[in-house]
């Protein structure tokens, strides 16, 4: 029987950092071991479009993981979605 691969919240952020910033969190804080989710999300803030992308991505790995339909994963996907999506770049005035 084959392993299911885990998918783990790190993974999640990883797809993100890996692909709009060029890093993984493992590098983002073996470089800033002191920060905290107040310095590393803006830092590292994504366009909403790239945001977008990343929740598309995120919720048809949710599927695949669980085999489950795209509304389960929708709706159940809130608090991963809490804990792993990237902030959106806001412009200031």
């Given at each position: 029987?084959?392993?299911?691969k885990e998918l783990?919240?790190?993974?999640?952020?990883?797809?993100?950092?890996?692909?709009?910033?060029?890093?993984?969190?493992?590098?983002?804080?073996a470089q800033h071991p002191d920060w905290t989710s107040k310095e590393f999300y803006p830092t590292f803030a994504v366009?909403?479009?790239?945001?977008n992308e990343w929740?598309?991505?995120?919720?048809?790995?949710?599927m695949?993981?669980?085999?489950?339909?795209?509304k389960a994963a929708r709706k159940d996907?809130?608090?991963i979605y809490l804990n792993?999506?990237?902030s959106v770049k806001t412009e200031k005035l």
């Open positions: 029987m084959r392993k299911r783990t919240e790190e993974m999640l952020i990883d797809w993100w950092l890996t692909k709009y910033h060029n890093t993984t969190l493992k590098e983002v804080f366009t909403e479009e790239q945001h929740h598309d991505w995120m919720i048809k790995e949710l695949k993981y669980f085999c489950i339909g795209k996907s809130w608090a792993t999506s990237p």
